[in-house]
């Protein structure tokens, strides 16, 4: 038994659908277990959507191109259930504008987003599971909130382990064996409430990896619209390329640092299972793509990692006041509280200096509790570039047009922030 997840970056259009229906068709009947994303850019629409709520800023427009495009997509795909999936689509709508409607506060923000952006999981499924059954595609649609517990958090939520093995394999299994694909969705789950709750950004690579745990899978496939796991990105890098096989440990400190080929959650549950993971071209299916498993070599080429929309924190006390261990603890309390993480920190004798994921809620949350006792000085809108397995001079090169604002170097890793536009 296999588990396949697809994202939006490669669920974009009918096409792809098509395509990602072709793909389930050349698997065994009951033998595939199918994870998706949101389409498209659809979580990022309604990160907007929530964002102009909260503003006090009107939304209708954006939520009606999202509306449209979905329908778009039904008409596109759909014949015989099409007024279903008409009817399906309007009860969608209707259940994320009554939340819409819901008062937010700062305590409640993670619970909002939470259950607004996972209802574009929820769509991308219902359509595909459509899709399927026009297909004659023996298929059953299953809500992952049912199966995948968590019980701490909204917005990264720690997985309920024990729990969620035991939903999993009592329904997950029994579906399997009546020859059935079973259908169900990335990144979401809920807590022992029932309450919405999400796994973090890219985490429906996370949701693959706590099935194919749970059940025992033979392996997990992210299809991406990339050929591989490659050493850098190659839109920004001409001589990227592409790895055919990585360690656990590999891929785990390429996602540690920011790497996008997959969640960084992924690997441990995979590598504690002995499960492969294969990351393998989605318009290019016949390529083997990169296998991560044990037994791997170390990483021969250099691995250069860009994080985009950083913000970069300076805290400190009054000007003679040492950054104490104390001092320390507590911005590593906060961190964890607003489930954050440092990707570059830096301690000098007054102050303390940090990089992380420009993420509006969680930094929002960070500022209120630290400025409590440090003053704060954020820069946002600066990248991070971290090198590993490679020395300075490859990353200083590539850096040579741009004012970096800091830099680190350990061995075998150098990092350095910099502001996005190159100046002379």
């Known amino acids: 038994m296999k588990v396949y997840k697809f994202g939006g970056g490669v669920i974009q259009n009918s096409e792809s659908i098509r395509k990602l229906a072709q793909l389930i068709q050349a698997e065994k009947p009951g033998s595939l277990v199918v994870v998706v994303s949101a389409l498209g850019k659809t979580t990022q629409a309604l990160e907007e959507i929530l964002q102009c709520q909260v503003a006090g800023q009107p939304y209708a427009p954006q939520l009606q191109k999202l509306y449209e495009f979905h329908r778009h997509m039904i008409d596109q795909l759909l014949d015989g259930l099409r007024e279903v999936a008409y009817q399906m689509l309007n009860a969608w709508q209707d259940t994320l504008l009554a939340v819409m409607r819901l008062p937010i506060t700062d305590v409640s923000s993670d619970k909002t ?9 929820l769509l991308a499924s219902r359509l595909i599971a459509y899709y399927l059954q026009e297909q004659q595609v023996a298929c059953t649609w299953l809500d992952a909130r049912d199966y995948v517990k968590t019980n701490w958090g909204f917005c990264h939520a720690q997985v309920d382990w024990a729990t969620t093995q035991r939903l999993i394999q009592n329904d997950f299994l029994p579906l399997l064996g009546q020859k059935q694909v079973v259908l169900t969705q990335g990144f979401i789950g ?4 029932g309450e919405t709750t999400t796994l973090g950004k890219e985490g429906s690579d996370f949701t693959g990896a706590i099935l194919a745990a749970a059940l025992g899978a033979e392996s997990l496939t992210i299809w991406k619209d990339v050929p591989g796991v490659m050493n850098a990105d190659p839109k920004l890098f001409e001589e990227a390329t592409k790895f055919s096989e990585l360690s656990y440990q590999a891929m785990e400190e390429m996602a540690f640092y920011g790497a996008k080929v997959v969640h960084p959650k992924t690997i441990q549950p995979l590598a504690a299972h002995h499960i492969p993971l294969y990351v393998r071209p989605f318009h290019d299916p016949h390529e083997r793509g990169t296998v991560v498993m044990n037994g791997f070599a170390q990483v021969e080429h250099p691995i250069y990692v860009l994080q985009e929309n950083q913000v970069l924190v300076q805290l400190s006390l009054d000007d003679l006041t040492f950054f104490s261990e104390a001092c320390m603890q507590e911005v590593v309390h906060q961190l964890e509280q607003q489930d954050l993480r440092a990707n570059l920190m830096e301690r000098e004798a007054f102050k303390l200096t940090m990089c992380l994921n420009n993420d509006h809620y969680q930094t929002k949350g960070l500022a209120a509790a630290l400025g409590q006792r440090f003053r704060i000085n954020a820069q946002p809108q600066v990248n991070l570039l971290t090198v590993l397995h490679g020395d300075e001079r490859l990353g200083q090169a590539w850096l040579a ?7 680190h170097q350990r061995p075998d890793i150098y990092q350095a922030v910099f502001q996005p536009d190159a100046k002379a």
Do not use: C, F, T
């Open 113 to 121: 987003y939470s259950r607004i952006v996972a209802e574009g999981e």
């Open 190 to 193: 809920s807590n022992e409430k």
């Open 401 to 407: 047009q741009k004012e970096v604002l800091l830099a």
